[in-house]
């Protein structure tokens, strides 16, 4: 039984084995990604995975310190319309626990195309994403502090938290562009205008 099997997993390399087994050669024939969306197997309860608001993988409270682990079971993720995020498999799906965000985006890159400014970033699992219309970037003031916490759209429900040094890049290109009426801090990629936050409220910040 699956369930068995995988709570009876004793460290990362051997849940690893059990994921690409299960798995199979099963993927979307472009990047290599399981069709996790097209799964539906059964609940399996949690397993004691973590990942940290750094971006760290934890195991049974060890830090998962082989990429190649990360990046396996970082194909294989699913957040459902229950909001929690889950390792899917054919034939099961357990529950993991997510801190912040499943990925960080470490790295941004600017370039024009017909000159239409786009921005590619790149996550801590090797993802490579072009915000734009298929992968939207929104952005949250979190905290007491007014936190600005920018957040790119991955796949299906999963994002990536922009990480500090990468935010102060993307904050650099931001323009006022009235939206609704109403004048926004706003940035471009990919021909669409991703608001920031209001122009007013940029100001009272600034002072």
Known sequence: MAEAEIQRTGDAAGLAALISRAAGQAGDGKRGLPPVERWNPPFCGEIDMEIRADGTWFYLGTPIGRQPLVRLFSTVLRKDEDGVTYLVTPVEKV???????????????????????????????????????????????????????????????????????VMYDLVELGEVVVVDGVEMFCVRSGGSVFPIMPAAELEALSR
């Open 95 to 165: 529950a993991i626990r997510i801190v912040d965000a499943p990925f960080i985006a470490v790295e941004m890159s600017v370039t024009q195309n017909d000159g239409v400014q786009v921005l590619t970033y790149r996550t801590n699992v090797g993802d490579v994403v072009e915000a734009g219309p298929d992968h939207a970037l929104r952005f949250v003031i979190h905290g007491e502090n007014r936190e600005l916490k920018p957040y790119l759209h991955v796949r299906g429900r999963l994002e990536a938290l922009v990480s500090r040094p």
